[in-house]
């Protein structure tokens, strides 16, 4: 029966011929129809799902009419930004607004960020969804990598201090510490000197003894960490160079990477009334970033890589088989040819719709190193400058800018100082 | 093509027709239950719901939250009124508060735990103890000041100093411990809070709670 069988025509062929030929059973030629057609419309079906993606993602953003002012810029950005990425806004907010000296702005902004980044996240549609095959990762809210989820803390602690708050302080930097140990490599420690140094600081502050802390901290650092002095009332945090940004790298950019510059800026020296305090790098977001073991997520993602590179395989070979069959010039072979083909397309469509892409956002305008200084301090004003060093030691002239640090009569309160290289 | 192949190849093209159904509906199933499942699971929000501060939301942490205060501070309300140096004072005595401190890693407004023990104590023990609100000193003495230089009247001689003094310091602290490995991440609490004679500095009465909480997140963000 087979070999009485006229060749089918070729996939994509004129249908009129093989309706046109007599010795075609009526039953199997309709079954073939509808096998066909119906193949054929799924598929298109399937591509254009694919292609088109649900429509309710498709958002158009609000235009923004930019004023030149970066808090009121990067609110208008976060208020026309999705709900997903609101955490991002408010981290590079909260970072201009403390450089800027808008200290109310960057705690409500670190609260709100803290707030969506703070507690167990589970059960969310937009985490299942960055962990299924046709996603990308950062379909989930934004609550940052470790490192960036550290210095919303950092940053936070800084206003409880300014705030007389210094448990509050002392309780983020224990956050700090918790979020920086790395469960991943099975070591369930932290390697970030500031936020057990100031830990410390702030215990004996509050009357504890806190020389065990500063043990830890002076372990994880070659540099001699200054003893605490409890006497101190002007608290000098500093932060120079450009911190880490991320980047999608892999086959199918599925690996989170990060690029960093070394900064040309390697300490800062703070000059008050003649006295020098020096600000060395005791922290390295860059290292933070880059040296912390890998996430549960980087696992799924390379699963989706792997199935995407399989799908796309199996679909090349499936076609390239429809091919070969189609040229064989027999009805089986077309009949095989359209199974492949089918097979083929349904592969590549898989693979073309799984999207194993890293989350790439950045808070991006972190700094690379971080540092601190305590100062006892008259009250009163206290003309200063502050000059950022290269790695040879020479100031950079461009940099240097003239302070004012005023100390209030009362002494129980610490007086912040905030110094950034960054602009903004 | 002898016919053993022909049979073969037959029986394989029966099979290829069915693989080709089955994957397409597979696959269109696929696409299809993907885009419900993304979507929107809720898709016109969820309303607003009126939770008791004492029972967990579904918005959860392993910090403190309202549940927990509600509870420590219930249950320390309740032990100060039963402790000897209240229940049997012959005029209630005059309680200061002195701010809780917070020795957990999470950053919280500590003034919420005194806070509410002042007021349970005030609104369902009245006239049992009496506090003190010193964190208002700074306004009092402004409007005593007024007074004595006449700038505003007074019904009572504003001369002698009115102010009262503190029988009892209460105060408290709150310290955690946390765990956190590859099953999730684990939070110890203990509330403790102290009755101190201002006069002799015993502490008359002293309790606690604990709370421990656990919780693995998402993978997503794991």
Not at chain 1, 210 to 237: C, E, G, I, M, W
Not at chain 1, 270 to 283: F, I, R, S
Not at chain 1, 287 to 309: C, S
Not at chain 2, 110 to 133: E, P
Request: glycine share 8%; with cysteine.
């Amino acid at each position: 029966m087979a070999s009485r069988a006229p060749a089918l025509p070729r996939p994509g062929g004129c249908l009129k011929i093989m309706l046109a030929d007599a010795t075609y059973d009526s039953g199997r030629l309709t079954l073939r129809l509808f096998l066909r057609r119906g193949v054929v419309a799924l598929l298109m079906l399937a591509a254009f799902e694919s292609l088109t993606g649900c429509m309710d993602e498709v958002a158009s953003r609000p235009a923004i009419a930019y004023t030149g002012d970066p808090i009121v810029d990067g609110n208008a950005e976060r208020a026309a930004a999705p709900p997903k990425d609101r955490a991002l806004w408010d981290d590079r907010i909260a970072a201009t607004a403390l450089r800027l000296g808008n200290f109310d702005e960057a705690k409500a902004k670190l609260d709100d960020a803290i707030l969506q980044g703070g507690g167990i996240i589970n059960n969310t549609a937009d985490a299942a969804k960055a962990r299924s095959l046709f996603h990308p990762e950062d379909t989930k809210a934004f609550i940052g990598e470790p490192y960036e989820r550290i210095m919303d803390y950092y940053y936070r602690a800084i206003l409880y201090w300014r705030d007389g708050e210094p448990d509050n302080a002392r309780a983020c930097y224990r956050t700090g510490q918790v979020l920086s140990s790395d469960v991943e490599k099975h070591e369930y420690k932290s390697d970030f000197v500031l936020l057990y140094y100031l830990e410390g600081l702030a215990s004996e502050k509050l009357g504890e003894d806190a020389s065990d802390v500063f043990a830890r901290a002076q372990a994880l650092t070659k540099r001699h960490l200054p003893p605490y002095n409890k006497d101190a009332n002007v608290l000098v945090f500093a932060e120079y160079g450009h911190g880490p940004v991320k980047y999608a790298g892999g086959e199918y950019s599925e690996q989170l990477r990060f690029y960093t510059e070394e900064s040309r800026i390697r300490s800062a020296r703070l000059t008050v009334d003649g006295h020098k305090a020096w600000l060395p790098p005791y922290d390295n977001l860059n290292h933070q970033a880059t040296t912390r073991g890998g996430r549960v997520m980087d696992h799924i993602l390379g699963n989706k890589a792997v199935f995407k590179g399989t799908t796309d395989t199996v679909g090349n070979v499936a076609l390239l088989g429809a091919v070969v069959a189609a040229n064989q010039d027999s009805r089986q072979g077309n009949e095989a040819a359209v199974g492949l083909a089918a097979i083929g397309l349904i592969s590549k469509i898989a693979s073309a719709a799984t999207t194993p892409r890293a989350d790439i956002r950045t808070w991006d305008n972190l700094p690379q190193f971080l540092s601190f200084a305590a100062l006892k301090l008259a009250p009163g004003e206290h003309s200063g400058q502050i000059e950022y060093l290269t790695r040879d030691g020479d100031p950079d002239p461009d940099l240097t800018r003239e302070v004012t640090i005023t100390v209030p009569a009362d002494t129980s309160a610490n007086t912040i100082v905030f110094l950034s290289e960054l602009p903004h | 093509m002898p016919p053993i192949f022909r049979e073969i190849f037959s029986y394989t093209m029966k099979t290829t027709h069915r693989f080709i159904v089955l994957s397409s509906l597979a696959a269109t199933a696929a696409f299809f239950a993907g885009c419900a499942s993304e979507g929107v699971k809720n898709p016109s929000g969820v309303p607003v719901t009126q939770m008791n501060p004492d029972e967990q939301g579904y918005v959860a942490g392993t910090g403190v939250e309202s549940q927990d205060l509600v509870t420590v501070t219930d249950k320390m309300a309740r032990s100060i009124l039963s402790t000897p140096a209240i229940a049997s004072a012959t005029t209630p005595p005059r309680i200061v508060i002195d701010p809780v401190e917070n020795a957990t890693r999470f950053p919280i407004d500590k003034s919420l735990f005194s806070d509410r023990i002042r007021i349970m104590l005030n609104s369902k023990a009245t006239g049992r103890v009496i506090f003190l609100a010193r964190e208002r000193m700074k306004a009092l003495e402004h409007e005593r000041e007024l007074k004595l230089s006449g700038q505003v009247t007074s019904s009572y001689d504003p001369t002698p100093v009115a102010f009262k003094g503190a029988d009892f310091f209460l105060t408290g602290k709150l310290e955690g411990l946390t765990t956190k490995t590859s099953a999730g991440t684990s939070d110890y609490i203990l509330y403790s809070f102290q009755l101190i004679d201002a006069r002799t500095s015993e502490i008359v009465w002293e309790d606690s709670a604990e709370i421990k909480k656990q919780g693995l997140e998402d993978a997503a963000y794991r």
